[in-house]
Each structure stands twice: as C-alpha cells, then as structure tokens.
C-alpha cells in the first residue's frame, strides 16, 4: 500500500478531493501548513515598517492507497492542482507497511 | 473670555476652598452653587465611557497589538494596573492631585482629601457637580494614564515591576503634574491650557515609557524580526472602544452638558477621523495597501493630539488637528524605531507623547478666535500663550524624565525588571501568569 | 397630538429659521429656547452609543459574518467610511441635509452651514438642545447608514471603490433622502412618519445594497460553495453592541429624557426581543437547531423594523413588529439568495431594506390609539397616513436605486470595482491591505 | 435619615398607589411629582449600561471559560435568555414585581400592569422618573438575573430546558423576590436594606445556580480532567463590559443623578479593585503566577458583594467589601469544587451567591455612620438591621432552593435535561445549534 | 525503526496515550487534521441555509518506536481508540530510515 | 530521495531554516504539533486549581532532499535546533518512493 502526500494550494482543495473521489478515493486526510519555497510569501506592512511573510499557507494531503492505484492518484492530484504557477506544491509518494481500521480491525488494503 | 473647562473650574474652587472653610464645611461655605442634576447625568455617564476607554479599550487595543504568547500579560498589566491606581486614588493621589496643598499648593495638593475625608455625597464642587462625581471623573483619569505606558515595555518585562512601577509613577508623577495643571497649582496659575490632558495624560505617559523602553531595552530580535500584530481585530476594537470612550474623556471634560461639550465631542470626532484618513493615505501612497492597524494607530494620534485642545478650538481647527496628527504621529514611529533605534514597543511615546504635545503647543493659536477658535484665556495673545504653553510642555516633559529614571532604577534595583530569556521566548502568559491565550 | 420626535422638531425649527433669520442669527430668534441640560445630557449619550454601534459593533457584525481571510477588510470599509462620512458630514452633507435650501428647500438643502458655518456653541435649534450636539448625534447616522452597505459587497470589492462609492452616495442619496424626511422637506411637509431612520437610514442602505450587489456580482463561489461565518462569536459580541446602541438610536431620536424616550426604549428593546424568538423558532422547527447566527439576525431585523415607528407605537405594537419582522426577514434572505440569486452577501437588503419599508408601511396602522399607539400625525387617519408613507417609500426606494446605479457605473468607469479572482482567492485582508486576521 | 434606594422610592410609590388610585390615574394623582429630566436621563443611560452587562458582557466572560466547542452555546444561552426575559417581563413579570398585589401584595404584585396596562409615556412613579423609564432599568436586571445562572450549566444542557427552566424561574423565583425586597412586599416592609441587588439578584441566582448544577450532575470528567477556559480574553473583555456597565447597575439604581449615585459608583469601583487585587494577591502567593482568569474573577467576586451595599457604605466600606469579598469567593469556589464536588462550572454559587450573600449581611455593620456608612434605614441599630437581613437571606434562599428544585424536576419530566454523551463530546455548538465556533 | 501514524477520535487522544505509557512508548507527536470519509461531518445552518461539512476534527498521533514494539502499539491503539462507529479512524506503519535525538545527537533506538 | 522530518521547538525555527539554506536546500514545509515526551508542559492554574498541561508546542519541519543532500541536513537541524536541554526534539527520516512537482510535473530530485 502506498500514502500519497501532496502539499497543494489551499483553494484547490475541492477540486482536488473531488477528482479523487472520481478515481475511487473514499478517505483521506488534511492537515493546514505552511510552506516555504520559490513562491515568496505576500508582504505585510506594519505602522510604516513592511516586512516579508516568508510562509505560505498551504494544505497537506495524505491518502493511504492501493499500489494499484497510486498512479493513477498521483496523476489525478497533479492534474486538478496544477494552475501553472509557482506554489502549486509537490506529492510525495511513501511505501506503507501495514495498515489497520480501527473501527473493524480489518487490515491492508480492506481497512482503507 | 473662554469657557475653560476643567482647569479652571478646578482653580476657583481651589482658591475657594483655600480661602474659606475647613474641607468638610465645604457644601455649606459655597451657597450659590447647586446641584446641577443635568451636568452630573453627563459627568456620570462620561465616567463610565472614560473606564470603558481602559477596560477593556486600551487593553485590547495593545493586546492585539503583541504577540500571541503574551497578550494575556497586556490584558493583565492594564487591569491590574487600573485595579492598583484605583485604591491609590482613593488613598492618596486624589488628594495629593485636587486637594489643598497649603504653603506647596504650587507644587501638590495636601492629604486633606486622602480616603475622600471630608467629602459626602452631598459636597458640590468645580462647579454644580458633586464632589464624589468629579472625584470618580478624575479616577479614570488616573486610571488610564499609567496604562497607557504598558504599550513601552510588553513582552518582556516582569509583572512584579510593573506593578511598582505603575503606582509609584502615579503618585510621584501623575498626581503632582496633575496638580499643576488642574488643582490649583503653578502651571494652572499662569494660564496653562489643557482641556483634557495633553500634558497630564499624554504627555506624561508618552515621555515616561521612551525612559522606560530605553532602560528596559529592546524585545528578543528587535527591529529586524519583529513580528506581525497577532490579532488586528482585537486592536481595532480596542480602538473603537477608545474612540467611543473619548467623547467621555474630551467632551466629558466640559463638565457640563451643554454646547461646549457638543463642541468638544465635535473637535475631537473630527481630528480622530482626520488622523485616520491621513495615515491611510500615507500608508496607500508608500506601501499600495493601507492597513486595518495603520488606520486605527492614526486614529489614537488624532485623539490625543485634539485632547489638550478639545474646549478651546472649532470645527476646522479639528481638521487640521487631525491631518497635523496623522502625519507628525506617523513619521514619530519611525523615527523612533528606525533612528533612536528605542524598542517603545506599541509606540506610546511617538502617537502620545508627540501627539499630545503638538496638541498642547498648537493650542495657543488654534484656540484664536481668528483660527476658528473658542478663544484664549484672559489676557492672552497667540504668542504669551505659546510662551506659557512651552513652559507648561518643559516643565512637565522634565519632571517625567527625571522621576520615571529615577523610579525604574529604582525598582530595578528591588525586583529586575526584565523577564529571562527563555520566559520572553516561552511568551509572558505562560511563564508569568500560568495562561494561554487561545486554547482553540 | 403625538409627540412627532425628530422630524417634527426639525421641519418646526427649519420654518422658524426660514422664515425668521439668517442662520448665524438663530439663537437670539428663537427667545423662548432655553438650553435643556438633560436633554442634551442624554442626546450626548445617545450620540455615545449611536458611534458605538458602528465602532465597533456593525463592523463586528459583518466582521464575523465573511471568511478569516476577509475579516480585517470588512473592519476596515466599516473604519475607513466613518471616518470619510464624518469630514463629509461637517464639510456639507449636514448642511445638505439640515441647512436651508432656499427654494429648492422642498428638495435639498442649502451650503449655508457648511463646516458649521455660524453655528456656535451657544446655538440652540430642534427644541431646546444646542445645534452643535444635534449635529453630532446626527452625524452617527450618516456614519453607520453608509457602513451598512458593507455588508452588501465584502469579500470582493476592492477598497478605493468602496470609499469613492460609499463617499458619493452619502452625498447624493442619504443627505437628499434625510432633508426630505427630517430637514423640512416636502415628505416631512407631506407628514410622512419616520422617528428614527426607516426611510432615511435602512430603506435607502438597503436597497442600495441590492443594487450594488447586483451590479458587482457574486463572489467565487456563490451560491453552492458558501462557506459559514468565521466567527459566530464575533458577530454576536457585534450585534449585542448594535443592541445596546439602538437605544440611543431610537430612544435618543426622542432627542429628550423623559417618558417619551422610555417608550421608545421599551418597543424598541421588545421588538428585539420577538424578532430573535420568532426567527430562533422557524429555525428550531426547520432544522431541529436554532443557531446563534440566527437568533442574532432576527434580533438585527427586529431593530431595523421598529425604527421609524420608535416613537409612535405601544408595547403591543412593538411586539407585533418584532413577529413580523423576524419572519418577513427571515423569508426574504432566502428569497434574495435562492430566488433573485444575488449575492447580497450579509443580507442587507433582506433585514435592512424589507424590514425599514415593512416598518414604515405598519406605523400607519400601529401608531394608532386603537392600535396601542401613541397617535398619529394631526389630521391623519390610518388610510391617508399609509398613503403618504406609501409615497415615501416609493420616492426613496426609486431615488435610492437610480443614484446609486449611476454612482456604481461612474466609480467603476474609474477604478474597478471588483479584486482579481486572485485577490480574492487569498482574501482582501492581505491583497487589499497587507495584513491577516489571525497570527497565533 | 439615609436615601433608601430604589426600595424606599418604591415602597412609597406603591404605597400611595395602594391608597389613592387605580394604576391608570396615576400620573394625575401625585401632582407633587414632576419629571426630573437630569435623573431620567442617567436612568436611561444606567439601562443601556445594564443591557450592555449582560449583552455583550456576561455572555463573553462565560463563553472565554468553556472549552472552544462550546462557547457559542453558551452566547446563546445569553442571547435567548435576555429576550425571552425582555417578553416576559412585559407580559406578566413587571406587573408581578412592581404591580399592586391588594390583599397579596405582601407576597407578590397583581397583573394589573401586565403588558404595561394603563401605564403610558406620562407616568411618572417612584419619584421623579417615568415609570416606562423605570421599567425599562428594570427590565434589564431581570435580564442579568437567569443569565447568571447559565454559569452553572454550560457544557452538557440541553437548550430547550435552559430556556424552560429560565422562563419558569423568572416568573417564580426572581419576579417574588423582587417584589417582596422592592415591591414593597413583607420583606421591604420589614426594612431590608439592598440597593441593588444582592437579594433579588445575586442571592437568588447564585443558590438556584447550586441547585441545578446538582440536579444536572457534572460534565464528563470533572473534577480531574477540567480543561483551562478556551479564551481568557474572551472573559477579560467579558468582565471588564461588566465592571462599566455595573456602574449602570450600582449608581444607577440611585435611580438620580447626584452625589448618591456618585458614591455608590465609589464603592462599587472600590471594591472591584480591592477584590481584584486581593484574588491577585492569594494567587501570587499561592502559584507565584497570578492569573488573569483570577483577577477578573476577583473583580465580579467585589462587584456582587457590594451590590447590595452600593447605596449605604462609605469609600472605606467599599475596601473592606473588596477585601472580603475576593477572599471569601476565592475560598468558596475551591469548597464547593473540591469538598462539595458539584460542578457549578462557572462558580456562580460561590461567586454571586456567596458574594450577594456576604455583602447583605455586611451592610447592617457598614452602612453605619460608625463605619464610614451613609446611615441605617430609621429606627434601625445594627444589630436589629442583622436581624432584618438575616431573615431577608434565608427567606431568598429558602425560596430559591424549593422553588428551583421543583421547577428543575418539572422540565426535566417533559423533556431531558442532559445532551446525550456523544453531543456533549461533540460539543453543544455543533450538537444543539448546528454552528462552530471558530472557522479559521 | 517504524513511525506508527494513528488518525483517531480526538477525544480518545489521552486514553490512547495512556495504553501508550503502558506499553512502554515515552513520546509522542500529536497534530490536529480534518478527515474526510465514511464518516460524514455534521451539517451547518446558516440563515436559512443547511450546508453539510464534509470533514471531522481529527487528531494524528505519530509514535517512532522500535521495531520490536510496534505490533503492540497498533494494538494499543487499535484497542483503545475503538469504540465501534464509523469514523474510529486508521492506524498505518511507516518504516524510519534513521533517527536522531537533537539534544544528544543519539541515533536510532536511543534517540526515542 | 529522502524526507528528513524533524521536531524541533518553534523558536528555533528560523535559524534551522536559514542553516538549511546554507546546505542548499530550497523547500520545505512546516506544521505546528504538540509533542509528549520527557520534557513536561508548563503548569497552568485555573481560579485556585493548579494542573499540568502534558503537551508541549513543537514545529514540524518536513523536508524532501536528494539522498546525497540527506546527512547534511540531518546534521544541519541537529547542529541549529540544538540547545542541550530536554524537549530539543527528534529527527526521523524516511525513504521517498517518488516526487512530483505539480506545476511542471517534473519527478525525483528535479521535483523539488
Ligand atoms: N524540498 C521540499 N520539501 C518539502 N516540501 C517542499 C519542498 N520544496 C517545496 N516544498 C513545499 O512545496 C510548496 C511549493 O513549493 P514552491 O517552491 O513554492 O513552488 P513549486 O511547487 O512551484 O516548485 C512549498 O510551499 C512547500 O510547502
Ligand atoms: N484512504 C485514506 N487515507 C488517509 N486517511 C484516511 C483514508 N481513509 C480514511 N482516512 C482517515 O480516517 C478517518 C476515518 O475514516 P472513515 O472512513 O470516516 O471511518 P472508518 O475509520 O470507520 O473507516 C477519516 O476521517 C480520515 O481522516
Ligand atoms: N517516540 C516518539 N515518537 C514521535 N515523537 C516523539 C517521540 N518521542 C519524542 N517525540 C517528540 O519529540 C519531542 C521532544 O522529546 P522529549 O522527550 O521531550 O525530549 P528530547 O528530544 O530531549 O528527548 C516531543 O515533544 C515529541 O514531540
């Protein structure tokens, strides 16, 4: 089993969970954080001084997947949260060892 | 000749009082006066809006201002702060303030007054109002005056200290400067126009926390790392709440609800959004985005530069009040930080400090009749007046210097007054008053 | 014949002037006026809580209502526009409004007190307060009118239009409308009844809402995508201050203290009250949840309601409105949304234009002793008396949409109305002004 | 003789009413009485600040001291309360506080004044105000009243018994006590001495507040796993809208604008801070960390207390009430958390109830002229007014517990007090308002 | 080494981490995530307006421990964060490459 | 490729960050967490109540580096977060199976 993590634009979102649910995605997990990187963090001005944000908000996801479907969950992200511009993040793709529904106790690919 | 509001009410009662009767004869020694219900309605009322100005007003105003990690300790230092000054007052400082000081009166009033000896509920004074309604008038006064120096020395500086600091300042600073203005003293004697405390509130508070921000020093990562206003919101209503407070400051100051303090509610609305307006435009100018906290800071400048002036000049001398404010106030904080290199962290000294002595000095012309102005004391002209005010601003700019050095040293010596280095990391809430501000 | 408040007191004052005097003159003209201490103490505070209700309440309000990233642009239209209304106030809109018009009286009036041109601190008018608070008081008014149409464009309007248009249209839409109503002009010649500001203050925001809305378009989004209120809690602090602050609203437009004002306060607080349950109880009984945004709404469309009929209906009567407008409003912010699809987006014209026209329409019959009302205008019955508010409406409704389309399509010939979607997509709060709402 | 307060003013005016007149001749049947505009304006200011304690200001400092999923609920508890109080007082509450009971009057008013029959805007009644104006201040302690209670179940109540369970308490445990204490019921016939509330407002709603904590059981993991208040500036702002608007509270039931109201304001400011720092002060000692949460909680602890006494003490009385009362509540609310083990989660027993307690029986020692006191009512010793008090407080308490203890058993017969254990886990604003309270 | 990343309920969080302490693991890392899945969030109102929030507050636990305890520590949590509704969570295993304790420089084993 | 993931304490985020740069890495992404571990929270009192709050707030560093680059910023974080007292935090690092930048769509090491 595969964990998909993609870093994405936060008002891509949506769009992004949407295109996932198409290709058969039915659990995933978001988490807000802030990325550092080539897209420079807007400025901010405070009583005559302006100073740089170097952060920029951004939105982590993680989807534990079949191998079989890594692919195609990798492409269907890059696709929907591509805006061609920089910022628009990174996925990373990490092997799992072993997963467990809590709930059930089902393991594998089942507990997904 | 000009209504003069406080200080002059204050002054012939004063030399009344001196003159007749033992304290507690009072009511009976001043036949003419009576009560007016319509005055005392309006001075209650601009009580409530002037302790509205401080709790929670100013404490939110710098609370939004700092750090997430420290904004319960500014919360804290200004309701302490306003608990401690509140018993002082009662104590003493009222009496060390408005009471008769004898062969000092120049100088301080006597403790006559201290614990309210004397004064019933039926006492008039200054005025047709009742004692005891001037009396908690002036206490929010004396209230917000210390507070105001919290903006100096946030997020670093020990909660013991600050207490020691604040009450000693009030009694050895606020009370006798206030006397001098407003009790009968000197300065009153030669003229000295402050309607609601340039050089009382502002002046002194401003001047003093630049002394304290400089022995103090600077903040961990000063100037270059300073960070973002944790909540503009919370500052701005702060803000609000102040701007609403100060019609109680200003047009309270009155004493009276009649057409000069409709005057002076007017004055003051109209440097406040002057101010505003300027800063913004500054700000939009320089940067392409003018901001929520630039905005608001003009504001505050606008204020406390009208208060000295708020009876004495008209509608268009607000206006210009305000513009003047904006833009001094404005290029005061940077000078501050970026030149004197002086971390007054919420820029108590650049908006309070200038902006109430502007307002002192440019009172002497404003307040001309050809200016648009109510008019000068007696005997004035734009220039004696100018004289005296300068005096008044000297006077007042030294004494704060010299006993606020000599108070910080002082304390210093009893209780350090700088939090470690891993408490200032850490943040004040947790390492001083065992609290997070936002447990979300 | 009933006590008329504000309206009566100024067209009777504004006659006298016109026909008696040139303005500087005024107090001298009118011998019988004597200053009223507690009148003018109470419309001093009045004035106090009005401002309130805007800073910071209103920008509270709507603060809570947008998206954490939105928040501080919604603070600052709501800051930046009192501050613009109040110089444009004193420079010429209350001359506009309150001055004399010569023969154009009936329509607009004149420049004669422009920068309060000959008013003075001695100047009494409108009964027996100095003009210089009556300004004050009705100055709040054209600071929070303007500031309601936030509601209509935030989240997506970029801040130069938002002052250029809110600028604009307190020159050519609330100042014409208010002489109408309140200054002398030919509604109050015809007796139209409006104690408080339906026509004047929410008949004309809101439907200028809608047009602006309308003409801006909807935000990204809208209206499947809508996001809750950021912060309920920050609303509610809002509308409780809007609360407390319609007491001045309503029961200083009595612009006396006495049972008058007290009645003003009772309908006023209980159609609040009514409103709230009756919006938290469709909510119960729709959605098994009665939420707190909602109860705050109906509070907001219950106040709105009960305005113009402040000073002239009973406590039954007050009840009625509240029931009226909780579930009037109720169904037109869906009807806006859901039917019309424009994205008003704090409902400003649901709660503020149908609830100010709503109240406007039913003082004809509430007013009425038979009704539990305290009278209405001498001479009037309920059917000619709806006829004339009937006639206000229409002329303020058409008045309002016609300006204000123009003023829209001149600003944004000008400057663009609308952000970029980026801007939008990041928030206005750092696009628009540099700054984010919450750094913890 | 001292000025009695609001209950002597209303002893006699019922009392003449009794005698003379059917409720609608009122007016015409005290022609001595005119209307003192000065003291009607303060009232109608001091009603505004009364709303503004409860709206904002009490729902904040309660929703800063739950955790952060619950803390709009806890608004709306507020919010609901006030209105549904506001309707009810209307209908029947006023009349059955302030109307004329005949034959019952020493135990609870008529309906006579129900929907305020036969009260018009030219009533005048209990001296020299409006009655409407008189109603209205009243209407808003009878706000605060069950607001306070909602301290005592926050976190784990379902929302529609708060709602039951505080309309009912309203009408059977505050609208008595008021009547017997200001009425002019047995209690204010024996002389009891409470000027603002310590009784009718503090004693009833502390005890009730006890005695629904216990019936309702605690919330999930108390004592052990307690959470800190999500907010303490939350509670700060909370507490400080309080301590402003109590002046409205305290000196306005003066129910004049005069010295009377200025001392009360005195004390009630002194006592505030003299709590606040004497809870600051154990804290320190105790933690070496004063908390924030603790020295507004002080604050409320010397604001309750000296309610009662806020018309009859002297300055030095109002310190020692501080003292006392921040020493006392802060024993309390360890006692009843850890001994008694009952989770009234927001302290409102050992706050206000022990607090309004503490400062009724006090006041029979300090309202003396011994102590620096205002006087005792006539013909009064201390011991003899103890007396009076004492049974006054075991009277309210009895009839509190009793009265609540059957109204609590009652709603919960018809519909279940407690949230399920998932919507408690959940959190009341999802669970029963369908909201969150922060969306950033 | 494993990392054992646990999205649960968060009010099971300090029930969990007590079985935790009881199986010997010392240290945590807890941040707060949204999940979405079978479980569906609650719905909101908004005047007049009923929208369904499509994610739940959860929180993530991450346990670095060694190899040898691991299965013990999914059955821990699996064991405590269970309460047999849907929403209970997952529990996934990552294998650490490496580890490091800052203050010592300790690695592996050591460094937890 | 590899993740390096560090804990660290949120006031030395910044000099990590700067060292970082000086090895030559250009991104990351940074969340905040609460850590249990040796190292206790401070104590918190509530009106006359005094209790121990268990977690501590960290900053999680997450960083994507070629396995060339991955000892130098393990080293890097160890050396700037360091200050010898407890709570200093852990480093973790993981195997990467695959990166992708969304906006290019470029993978392995040209991804970051
Ligand atoms: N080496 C890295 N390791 C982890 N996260 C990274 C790394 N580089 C970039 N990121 C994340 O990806 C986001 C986008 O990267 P950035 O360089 O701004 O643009 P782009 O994705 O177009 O290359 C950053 O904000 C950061 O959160
Ligand atoms: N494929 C997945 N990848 C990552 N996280 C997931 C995945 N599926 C579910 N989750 C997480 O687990 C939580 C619980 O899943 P859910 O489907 O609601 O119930 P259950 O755990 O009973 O199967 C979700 O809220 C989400 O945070
Ligand atoms: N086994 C672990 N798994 C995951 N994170 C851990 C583990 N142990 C500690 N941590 C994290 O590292 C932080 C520091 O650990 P701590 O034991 O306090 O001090 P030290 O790093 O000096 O050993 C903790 O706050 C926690 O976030």
New interface residues.
Partial sequence: M??VV???KP?KL?DV?TALGAVGV?????????????QKG??????????A???VP?V?LEV?VDDALADRV?EA??DT???????????????????????T?ETGTD?? | MVQMGRGACLRAAAGAMALLLPADAMAQAAPAATLNGANTAWVLTATALVLFMTLPGLALFYGGLVRAKNVLSVLMHCFAIACLASVLWLAVAYSLAFGQGGSMNAWIGGLGKAFLAGVGTASLTTGDIPEDVFFMFQMTFAIITPALIVGAYPERMRFAPVLLISGLWLLLVYAPVCHWVWGGGWLAGMGVLDFAGGLVVHATAGVSAIVIAKLLGSRQGFPNELRPPHSPSMTMIGAAMLWVGWYGFNAGSALAANGNAGMAMIVTHTSAAAASLTWMTIEWIKFGKPSLIGIVTGMVAGLATITPASGFVGPAGGLVYGVVAGAACYWAVSYVKHSLKIDDSLDVFAVHGVGGILGILMVSAFADPSLGGLGLAKDMTMGKQFGVQLVGTVATVAWSVVVTFIIVKAVNAVVPLRATGEAETDGLDLSEHGERGYNY
Wanted: cysteine-free.
């Fill in positions: 595969k964990l993609a870093i994405i008002f949506e969970r039915e659990g995933l997990t978001v988490s807000e954080v802030k990325g550092y990187g080539r807007q400025t901010e001005v405070y009583r005559g001084a302006e100073y944000v170097s952060y951004k982590k534990a990798v992200i890059r949260a591509n805006t061609g511009r920089i910022g628009d993040g990174k996925i990373f793709v990490f092997d799992v060892e072993h997963a467990v529904r809590i709930r106790g507990a997904l």
